[in-house]
């Protein structure tokens, strides 16, 4: 890899000389598990993938657009830039499931190299996401449970009056416990479950040409059997008024039946988005 010292975009020895450190405050981090790790990768490459970003006029981003987010998203790694692709193998390898186990303290952690759901993302002037929890399980290996996320910021001095903070929430969804800045080359990891309330609801308030840039990478474990599945559920916040709450769960009815039509029709992403954005359309509050 060009740029790293040691021919590794993850400084393995000095993560894997910390672990112990990084997962006793994983486990004990509230409101649900979670790390937060600043200089994630050496920081040359950092900024080499943050330099080759794809430009979100590109006709090949995927647009999840619906009453619940307004965002961009590319997950097939074939077309990622060389830096990206390199990465990705990077976090989907061996070694650094390893790693991610030790941290996390699951075992059998499975990559997912159709990266679904995941991928790069960005987000544009007034795009956001709602507070939600995760899908439960694959769409297409339906014997593999989502059971950890890890997101990586790649966004340049950023200035907080932006926004786009990540927002950890409490259970109750009665209020906000965390709130993380989406700088260059932070790494957010938490464990994937229905209590990890999470998301960036307030509307995207940078300058135009400026996006909210991330890759986000989901790690799996095979249960063994099909389970029972969740889609991404959403969630009002307590300031939300009574309309909002209505339309974000008329959104959620609509989005079980996409998470149906993809695990049972293989729907694409692009396709169903398509659909859900046409009944409900763009409007936010």
């Given at each position: 890899?060009?740029?790293?010292s040691?021919?590794?975009?993850?400084d393995?020895e000095?993560r894997?000389?910390e672990?112990?450190?990084?997962?006793?405050?994983?486990?004990?981090?509230?409101?649900?598990?979670?790390?937060?790790?600043n200089g994630?990768?050496?920081?040359?490459?950092?900024e080499?993938?943050a330099?080759?970003?794809?430009?979100?006029?590109?006709?090949d981003?995927?647009?999840?657009s619906h009453?619940n987010?307004e965002?961009?998203?590319?997950?097939n790694?074939?077309?990622?830039?060389?830096?990206?692709?390199h990465?990705?193998?990077?976090?989907?390898s061996?070694?650094?499931?390893?790693?991610?186990?030790?941290?996390?303290?699951i075992?059998?952690?499975?990559?997912?190299?159709?990266?679904?759901?995941?991928?790069?993302?960005?987000?544009?002037?007034?795009g956001?996401?709602?507070l939600?929890?995760?899908?439960s399980?694959?769409s297409?290996?339906?014997?593999w449970r989502?059971r950890?996320?890890?997101?990586l910021?790649?966004?340049?001095?950023?200035?907080?009056?932006?926004g786009?903070?990540?927002?950890?929430w409490n259970?109750?969804?009665?209020?906000?416990?965390?709130?993380?800045a989406?700088?260059?080359?932070?790494?957010?990891?938490?464990?994937?479950?229905?209590?990890a309330?999470?998301?960036?609801?307030?509307?995207l308030?940078?300058?135009?040409?400026v996006?909210?840039?991330?890759?986000?990478?989901?790690y799996?474990?095979?249960?063994?059997?099909?389970?029972?599945?969740?889609?991404?559920?959403?969630?009002?916040?307590p300031?939300?008024?009574?309309?909002?709450?209505?339309?974000?769960?008329?959104?959620?009815?609509?989005?079980?039946?996409?998470?149906?039509?993809?695990?049972?029709?293989?729907?694409?992403?692009?396709?169903?988005?398509?659909?859900?954005r046409?009944?409900?359309?763009?409007?936010r509050?």
């Open positions: 890899m060009v740029g790293a040691n021919g590794f975009a993850v393995f000095r894997e000389a672990v112990e450190k990084l997962a006793a405050e994983f486990v004990a981090n509230r409101p649900f598990p979670h790390i937060c790790i994630f990768l050496e920081q040359e490459v950092a080499m993938l330099d080759e970003f794809p430009s979100g006029s590109n006709q981003w995927i647009h999840y009453y987010e965002k961009l998203g590319r997950n790694v074939n077309n990622f830039p060389p830096v990206t692709r990465i990705v193998e990077e976090l989907n061996r070694r650094f499931l390893s790693w991610l186990e030790k941290l996390t303290g075992h059998g952690l499975i990559a997912d190299p159709s990266m679904e759901g995941g991928g790069l993302h960005q987000t544009e002037t007034g956001f996401l709602n939600h929890t995760d899908f399980h694959h297409q290996q339906k014997q989502r950890c996320n890890l997101i910021f790649l966004n340049d001095e950023w200035n907080k009056d932006w786009g903070n990540l927002e950890l259970e109750e969804v009665s209020s906000c416990q965390i709130k993380l989406p700088i260059l080359n932070r790494a957010v990891i938490f464990e994937t479950s229905d209590r309330i999470h998301g960036h609801p307030e509307p308030n940078a300058p135009d040409g996006t909210r840039k991330s890759l986000a990478l989901y799996y474990t095979d249960d063994g059997r099909s389970g029972a599945k969740r889609s991404t559920q959403y969630r009002p916040r300031s939300d008024k009574l309309g909002d709450t209505m339309l974000i769960w008329l959104d959620n009815q609509l989005l079980r039946a996409y998470s149906w039509l993809k695990r049972n029709l293989g729907f694409s992403e692009e396709r169903i988005s398509r659909v859900v046409r009944v409900l359309g763009r409007e509050r």
